[in-house]
């Protein structure tokens, strides 16, 4: 007997426990559990402490109400040009009533994933490959739309799509990337080709500057030049007219010019003609000739005697010079004489220095007639 009421007593305890688990409920944060009354749909237990009549309340689902991320499978989708290729698919959403989300689809996350492939199909299947390649964010956001009007009525908010990855087929791959490499080689080589254009047009204008800032520099010289020697023209002949030269100073001149004439390095043989006396008589009264016509008197301060010793000097000078030349060149005629056997010709007659300066009295008898 007393076995029996022990084990009444432990089956007492026992279900008294097992009413007071089944009758109180904890309910997590971010969780909502839905709870059924003999089957049918009772009420929503919010997050905290709950309680239950036992054996009469279940809990049908537990609906977790935080941001769920849900990473897709690759999809093969055919574009408008006929080819196939790779979408991988990124699906943000949460639930916003967890009763319709319990009673008005029995999957809402398989639901969803089926959504996404035939709107993709839908939306890639208008599109060609290269505008697909570019164009992912009209993509996500028309994706995003459809899905979002459609999940609407299951109680679920799908917050964000995005396609993860494109992938073409191989051969398609190996052309684009073909293609891209062709691009940037042609604008390598349009940049290149402008470069060079660039500087072949800088090198050209530097040259151009360049010439014309020299033909300007050897213009500005020149003129320069230009005036330097005509001051310099000016200077002599304001300097020979204010000092006023004779005759006899322009027959020295002209004898001191002489000498430098036959010290040529061409020069080999210098013969001094026999009317060098005329010519020079003639020059020096044409000298003074218009050396009168013009009023052109020789200046009282300068000492004629100086200047007539120093005139005999250079003459004189000339005189042995032309002497000397004359002996060479006879010695050299003799020579050729001697052996052809033909007469040697007469030594010309030496210039005194009276004559070479011009004077008037020279009777060609090699002495000067004195007044």
Known sequence: ???????????????????????????????????????????????????????????????DMREQVVSFPPQPVITSD??????????????????????????????????????????????????????????????????????????????????????????????????????????????????????????????????????????????????????AIRTVFDAIHTANPSQKVLAYQYLQALPQIANGTANKVWIIPTELSKALDGLGGALGGLANMAGDLPSASVDSGAVEREAAAAAQAAADEAAAVNAQVRAAEAQASGDSGTAALPAPETIPPSAALGAADYNGAGEPERA
């Not at 164009?135 to 679920?156: A, F, K, P």
Request: glycine share 4%; proline share 3%.
């Open 1 to 63: 007997m007393e076995v029996v009421v022990g084990v009444l007593i432990f089956v007492i305890a026992l279900f008294a426990v097992i009413t007071l688990i089944r009758s109180v409920r904890i309910v997590p944060q971010q969780r909502m559990d839905v709870v059924e009354r003999l089957g049918k749909y009772k009420r929503t237990l919010s997050p905290g402490l709950n309680l239950l009549v036992p054996f009469v309340d279940a809990v049908r689902t537990k609906v």
């Open 82 to 231: 006929n080819l196939v290729v790779s979408i991988d698919t990124v699906l943000y959403f949460k639930v916003v009533d967890p009763v319709r989300a319990t009673y008005e689809i029995s999957n809402f996350l398989q639901a969803i994933e089926q959504l996404t492939v035939t709107t993709l199909r839908n939306v890639i299947g208008s599109l060609d490959l290269e505008r697909a390649l570019t164009s992912r964010e009209e993509i996500n956001r028309h994706l995003s739309s459809v899905l979002d009007e459609t999940t609407g009525r299951w109680g679920i908010k799908v917050t964000r799509v995005e396609i993860k990855a494109i992938e073409p087929p191989p051969s398609i791959r190996d052309s684009m990337e073909k293609q891209m490499r062709a691009e940037r080689e042609r604008r390598a080589t349009i940049l290149n080709a402008e470069g060079h254009k660039q500087a072949a047009i800088l090198t050209a204008e530097g040259e151009k500057q360049s010439q014309v800032l020299r033909a300007d520099g050897d213009r500005q010289a020149r003129i320069l030049q230009a005036e330097g020697q005509a001051k």
